[in-house]
Structures are given as structure tokens and as C-alpha cells.
């Protein structure tokens, strides 16, 4: 058996830049891979419409982060994108985030400012001092009538919970303006890979030192491999324990089924992504990947999304019980040496790309001590 210093489980943002980190201080490293691809849900191809499709939702890049942004651009030329979202209310469209155009076209109004937004804001919200859930953090921004056409039933399909039955941090995330800016992110750096995530992470994961097994259930191999230096798990935290805190509760995980769809035409909505909040229809938005990049094609491809409870988890589900759950898994992990718990499902915590990214370059510094400047070269 070849010498392995570092096993990896998982070959997404958390797995890929750890091995790479690794790779380029000379260490031999192993990647296990449960799918058939790298790139974890960031995985994207160019579908039978020669359009480059994500398989797993749209992955839309964006930072503040000065040590993120210049790692990912040692590996992918970047091109600008300002994501914007729409969505369908009341037979509308109106931009997501709320700002003054979404309150104007919904309610008839004339606000033409940040201190007319802000007055009407504050005239319509449920002042709340320490929003308890979900829906006191909606409430206490933006009031209950556009809590009940924007947020309440979007919630219940994303998650199948009410946002009164989530932490109010799930809702807290989604910004409000008080200005005309539709973005639905303002950081400074908002970009996607040219050539797409998948060629990223083929040059991420380029080193020679570096070696990748997919369709490989760490699981059904974990006997077969001893005397590496660490190892990094990046898959469901409470499968690693082989659930020992959930035979009675288990952690609860939220997964997507894309069911895609070849149209007949340019384009089948004016936007890459229209959300539908309301009750109307059962799946939370459409995608048109069409949009991205500005892609030719005499067809488009449109993906719409359900979230459901079974298939592969995408998110945790945060909320008093679930925190619960995982705080005794926090412990067993702890007690491990040399066994590290990275990224979204194995810290049972929602991460934005960057902050995956980020989360994972700061992990190796930590442990390895090196400079951040000297490492990224």
C-alpha cells in the first residue's frame, strides 16, 4: 500500500483545499470520495443543451474575504457576477432582497428613500428585543404582513418547519435594504469560475501528492487504511459515531430534488433564479442556468427545486433540539486525536462557500503553523 500522510473523507470545498494545503508541503494525501465526482455540491457539467449546469442548485461565489479571494484565484480565472433574485408575489415580480422597489410594487406605495424605507419599516414591524425563533426575527424587521407573503410558507417548504420553530439566525441571514440595491449579496467580491467549479476543483486537487478514490464509502473501507498522521471527515457528523446519540432522535438534515427540464425556447423567465414564496406551487424556485454567464443556446434548461427530508443531506437544521443532539456528538469529537470534523455537516453548521473556504484554510494554519502568505503562493 502506498504511503498516505493525510486521509481526506469527502472532495468538497472543506476536503479539496485541505489536500491541496497539504500537498503543497509534500505530504501524501488521499482523498475518499462516496460519489462518483470531486466538487461536492459545488459539481457542475455541460448538460445535452451545451449549457453548463450545477447539479446540486446554484453555487454563487461572494466574500469579504481577502485570504479567500485570493486562493481561489491561484486557481480559476473569476468573472464579475452580481446575483440578483426575484421573486413571484401576489402574481408579482418583485426583487429579493426586500427594498423599496419590492414595498412599492406590493403595496402601492410611493417611497422614494432610505428615510421614507426606514419609516415604513419601522411603521410595520413588531419591535421584538431578542427575537426568540425565526419568526420574531422576521417580524421585528419587517412586520407581519410581508412575514406572511415572503417568509412563512417559503420557510415551511425549505425546511418543512415554521420559522417560529427555527432559531431566529436562519432568518437574522436575510438582509433587508432600505435603498434601491436589488443584489441579493453586497460583499465586495462577487464572482463565478470561468470554465465552471468542477475545473476549479480539478486544478485545486492537481498535486501529484495528491490521490482520489470516488464511488469509495469511507465506511466500507476504513479498515483498509492505518498510519496516516490525520484525518480529515467532512461527511455527516452522526454517521461517523454510527448515529450513537440518535437512535431515539436523530439530527435532522434537509436534502433537494432538482427535477430539470429541456424548453423549447431562449429563455423561460427573466431572471437566473425566481423564487416562489407562497403556496401556489410546491417546490421554493426555479433556476435558469441559461442566465449564467451569458450562454448560447437554442434551448434552455430550467431546474425546479423541492426540498424534502430523505436523499442526500444538504442542510442542518438548526434549532434548540437539533443543537442539543449534536452538542453530545461535539464531545465525542473531542476526545478524538488527530481526527478533524470539517465543513457544513460535520460541524452540523450552515457555511457560505467562502466560509467553507476560509474554515478550511484556517484549520491547516492552525495545525500546522504556517504563514498564510507564505502557503498560498
Given at each position: 500500500?502506498?504511503?498516505?500522510?493525510?486521509?481526506?473523507?469527502?472532495?468538497?470545498?472543506?476536503?479539496?483545499?485541505?489536500?491541496?494545503?497539504?500537498?503543497?508541503?509534500?505530504?501524501?494525501?488521499?482523498?475518499?470520495?462516496?460519489?462518483?465526482?470531486?466538487?461536492?455540491?459545488?459539481?457542475?457539467?455541460?448538460?445535452?443543451?451545451?449549457?453548463?449546469?450545477?447539479?446540486?442548485?446554484?453555487?454563487?461565489?461572494?466574500?469579504?474575504?481577502?485570504?479567500?479571494?485570493?486562493?481561489?484565484?491561484?486557481?480559476?480565472?473569476?468573472?464579475?457576477?452580481e446575483h440578483k433574485v426575484i421573486a413571484k408575489v401576489d402574481d408579482k415580480m418583485v426583487p429579493i432582497p426586500v427594498n423599496i422597489t419590492t414595498v412599492n410594487e406590493l403595496f402601492g406605495?410611493?417611497?422614494?428613500?432610505?428615510?421614507?424605507?426606514?419609516?415604513?419599516?419601522?411603521?410595520?414591524?413588531?419591535?421584538?428585543?431578542?427575537?426568540?425563533?425565526?419568526?420574531?426575527?422576521?417580524?421585528?424587521?419587517?412586520?407581519?404582513?410581508?412575514?406572511?407573503?415572503?417568509?412563512?410558507?417559503?420557510?415551511?417548504?425549505?425546511?418543512?418547519?415554521?420559522?417560529?420553530?427555527?432559531?431566529?439566525?436562519?432568518?437574522?441571514?436575510?438582509?433587508?435594504?432600505?435603498?434601491?440595491?436589488?443584489?441579493?449579496?453586497?460583499?465586495?467580491?462577487?464572482?463565478?469560475?470561468?470554465?465552471?467549479?468542477?475545473?476549479?476543483?480539478?486544478?485545486?486537487?492537481?498535486?501529484?501528492?495528491?490521490?482520489?478514490?470516488?464511488?469509495?464509502?469511507?465506511?466500507?473501507?476504513?479498515?483498509?487504511?492505518?498510519?496516516?498522521?490525520?484525518?480529515?471527515?467532512?461527511?455527516?457528523?452522526?454517521?461517523?459515531?454510527?448515529?450513537?446519540?440518535?437512535?431515539?432522535?436523530?439530527?435532522?438534515?434537509?436534502?433537494?430534488?432538482?427535477?430539470?427540464?429541456?424548453?423549447?425556447?431562449?429563455?423561460?423567465?427573466?431572471?437566473?433564479?425566481?423564487?416562489?414564496?407562497?403556496?401556489?406551487?410546491?417546490?421554493?424556485?426555479?433556476?435558469?442556468?441559461?442566465?449564467?454567464?451569458?450562454?448560447?443556446?437554442?434551448?434552455?434548461?430550467?431546474?425546479?427545486?423541492?426540498?424534502?427530508?430523505?436523499?442526500?443531506?444538504?442542510?442542518?437544521?438548526?434549532?434548540?433540539?437539533?443543537?442539543?443532539?449534536?452538542?453530545?456528538?461535539?464531545?465525542?469529537?473531542?476526545?478524538?486525536?488527530?481526527?478533524?470534523?470539517?465543513?457544513?455537516?460535520?460541524?452540523?453548521?450552515?457555511?457560505?462557500m467562502d466560509q467553507a473556504f476560509k474554515n478550511a484554510l484556517d484549520l491547516f494554519y492552525t495545525l500546522e503553523g504556517q504563514e498564510k502568505s507564505q502557503t498560498v503562493d
Amino acid at each position: 500500500m502506498k504511503q498516505i500522510d493525510i486521509l481526506i473523507i469527502g472532495a468538497g470545498i472543506s476536503g479539496a483545499v485541505l489536500a491541496e494545503r497539504y500537498a503543497a508541503i509534500g505530504k501524501k494525501v488521499l482523498i475518499l470520495e462516496k460519489r462518483n465526482h470531486i466538487a461536492g455540491n459545488c459539481y457542475d457539467y455541460i448538460d445535452e443543451n451545451g449549457i453548463l449546469v450545477s447539479k446540486y442548485g446554484a453555487h454563487l461565489f461572494h466574500t469579504n474575504e481577502e485570504s479567500v479571494w485570493d486562493y481561489v484565484n491561484k486557481f480559476s480565472e473569476w468573472y464579475p457576477w452580481e446575483h440578483k433574485v426575484i421573486a413571484k408575489v401576489d402574481d408579482k415580480m418583485v426583487p429579493i432582497p426586500v427594498n423599496i422597489t419590492t414595498v412599492n410594487e406590493l403595496f402601492g406605495t410611493q417611497i422614494s428613500s432610505e428615510q421614507e424605507m426606514q419609516k415604513w419599516l419601522e411603521d410595520n414591524r413588531t419591535p421584538l428585543d431578542n427575537p426568540a425563533n425565526g419568526e420574531e426575527a422576521v417580524l421585528n424587521r419587517v412586520g407581519p404582513v410581508l412575514y406572511e407573503k415572503m417568509f412563512k410558507h417559503y420557510t415551511k417548504k425549505q425546511w418543512d418547519k415554521y420559522p417560529a420553530e427555527l432559531d431566529a439566525s436562519v432568518l437574522d441571514r436575510i438582509p433587508v435594504r432600505h435603498n434601491y440595491d436589488d443584489r441579493y449579496f453586497s460583499d465586495v467580491h462577487q464572482a463565478l469560475p470561468k470554465g465552471g467549479y468542477t475545473q476549479l476543483f480539478e486544478n485545486i486537487l492537481s498535486n501529484p501528492n495528491i490521490e482520489i478514490k470516488l464511488e469509495t464509502d469511507y465506511f466500507d473501507v476504513e479498515e483498509q487504511y492505518s498510519g496516516y498522521e490525520k484525518l480529515f471527515y467532512t461527511g455527516p457528523v452522526d454517521r461517523f459515531f454510527d448515529f450513537k446519540h440518535s437512535l431515539t432522535e436523530k439530527l435532522e438534515y434537509r436534502s433537494i430534488n432538482f427535477v430539470s427540464e429541456t424548453v423549447d425556447a431562449e429563455f423561460f423567465q427573466e431572471n437566473s433564479v425566481v423564487n416562489y414564496p407562497g403556496t401556489e406551487v410546491d417546490f421554493t424556485r426555479i433556476i435558469e442556468y441559461k442566465h449564467f454567464g451569458n450562454q448560447k443556446s437554442s434551448k434552455t434548461t430550467v431546474v425546479r427545486e423541492f426540498t424534502v427530508d430523505e436523499g442526500e443531506p444538504y442542510y442542518p437544521v438548526p434549532n434548540p433540539r437539533n443543537q442539543e443532539i449534536y452538542a453530545k456528538y461535539k464531545l465525542e469529537t473531542e476526545k478524538l486525536v488527530d481526527i478533524h470534523f470539517v465543513g457544513r455537516l460535520a460541524n452540523y453548521k450552515y457555511f457560505n462557500m467562502d466560509q467553507a473556504f476560509k474554515n478550511a484554510l484556517d484549520l491547516f494554519y492552525t495545525l500546522e503553523g504556517q504563514e498564510k502568505s507564505q502557503t498560498v503562493d
